[in-house]
């Protein structure tokens, strides 16, 4: 068996950032929703699902590639609090990409509305249409994208703390996926 790697795989760099950005724009995309009851609302909720579906679709295909590929090991110096906040976090990530699609689908479903990611492609509803499902989903929606804003807002701290303050390889190993040098 190969020495354990100094960086993540081209695939896992390339979903990261992909990733990165999408969920980025869906966050914001989300909390526009949130804000407008113009004709904009209807705009950004035309982008906000078939965007939520293909976070369901990559996170479920970075799973797989997280589960098939070795990632390079945390700084061995590193505080053992420190280890279980970063492997926590991005258990917390990963359920949150998965969990929040997923209730959105629903709470669409229960809202009785259909689920369409174009004007012609339609996702079959997954909960039965029910007005007080739909407003414990709705809620809890939200609620998860706050809790998936800051999550993000701590990874992006944590990941400049290695960068400037430890000044470890721990960014570059997803940045350039090559050593310094």
């Given at each position: 068996?190969?020495?354990?790697?100094?960086?993540f795989?081209?695939?896992?760099?390339?979903?990261h950032?992909l990733?990165a950005l999408?969920?980025?724009?869906m966050?914001?995309?989300?909390?526009g929703?949130?804000?407008?009851v113009s004709e904009?609302?209807?705009?950004?909720?035309n982008?906000?699902?078939?965007?939520g579906?293909?976070?369901?679709l990559?996170?479920?295909v970075?799973?797989?590639?997280?589960f098939?590929?070795?990632?390079p090991?945390?700084p061995?110096?590193?505080?053992?609090w420190?280890?279980l906040?970063?492997?926590?976090?991005?258990?917390l990530?990963?359920?949150?990409m998965?969990?929040?699609p997923?209730?959105?689908?629903?709470?669409?479903s229960?809202?009785g509305d259909p689920v369409?990611l174009?004007?012609?492609v339609?996702?079959p509803?997954?909960?039965?249409?029910?007005?007080?499902?739909?407003?414990?989903l709705r809620k809890?929606h939200?609620?998860l994208a706050?809790?998936?804003?800051?999550?993000?807002?701590?990874?992006l701290?944590a990941?400049?703390?290695h960068?400037?303050v430890?000044?470890?390889?721990?960014?570059?190993?997803?940045?350039?996926?090559?050593d310094?040098?």
């Amino acid at each position: 068996m190969s020495a354990q790697p100094n960086h993540f795989a081209p695939l896992a760099r390339l979903l990261h950032w992909l990733m990165a950005l999408m969920v980025i724009a869906m966050l914001f995309i989300g909390a526009g929703m949130a804000a407008s009851v113009s004709e904009r609302h209807e705009w950004l909720i035309n982008l906000h699902k078939p965007l939520g579906v293909a976070i369901l679709l990559l996170v479920i295909v970075r799973i797989g590639v997280r589960f098939s590929t070795r990632q390079p090991p945390l700084p061995a110096d590193l505080p053992g609090w420190q280890v279980l906040a970063a492997k926590a976090s991005h258990l917390l990530l990963y359920a949150l990409m998965l969990i929040l699609p997923l209730l959105g689908w629903a709470m669409i479903s229960a809202a009785g509305d259909p689920v369409m990611l174009s004007s012609s492609v339609q996702l079959p509803s997954i909960v039965p249409a029910n007005a007080q499902l739909f407003a414990f989903l709705r809620k809890a929606h939200g609620y998860l994208a706050y809790l998936l804003f800051l999550t993000v807002l701590l990874h992006l701290a944590a990941a400049l703390f290695h960068a400037w303050v430890r000044r470890d390889d721990v960014l570059d190993s997803m940045l350039r996926g090559k050593d310094r040098g």
